[in-house]
């Protein structure tokens, strides 16, 4: 069964990496997705043990993004936090994938 891993794949590759009022919520909903696909991978044998600890990841990686749209934020600082919360999003479902 490839498919949870297809299905990384295909988030994976959406991943955008520049900070855009589009873009936040792009990657919102790649982390929804993505821990819905986690849930899925959870309910099968072969994941179940090895699944829990990629679900640690989505709440700092959400903050981070959150912080990344603060108002307050000069651009340069949004820049930089998004693309560390989409690195991170990015080592997580690479990580995944390797299952």
């Given at each position: 069964?490839?498919?949870p891993?297809?299905q990384?794949?295909?988030?994976?590759?959406?991943?955008?990496?520049?900070?855009?009022?589009e873009?936040?919520?792009e990657i919102?909903?790649?982390?929804d997705?993505?821990?819905d696909?986690?849930?899925?991978?959870?309910?099968?044998?072969?994941?179940e043990?090895q699944?829990p600890?990629?679900?640690e990841a989505?709440?700092?990686i959400?903050?981070?993004?959150?912080?990344?749209?603060?108002?307050k934020?000069?651009?340069?600082?949004?820049?930089?936090?998004?693309?560390?919360?989409?690195?991170?999003?990015?080592?997580?479902?690479e990580?995944?994938m390797q299952?």
């Amino acid at each position: 069964m490839n498919e949870p891993k297809e299905q990384l794949k295909e988030l994976f590759d959406r991943i955008p990496r520049r900070h855009t009022a589009e873009n936040v919520k792009e990657i919102y909903s790649l982390l929804d997705a993505y821990e819905d696909l986690l849930k899925t991978m959870e309910t099968d044998a072969r994941y179940e043990k090895q699944v829990p600890r990629f679900f640690e990841a989505l709440d700092p990686i959400r903050a981070t993004i959150k912080k990344s749209n603060d108002n307050k934020a000069s651009k340069k600082t949004k820049d930089v936090l998004f693309d560390e919360a989409s690195g991170a999003l990015k080592d997580t479902m690479e990580e995944a994938m390797q299952l």
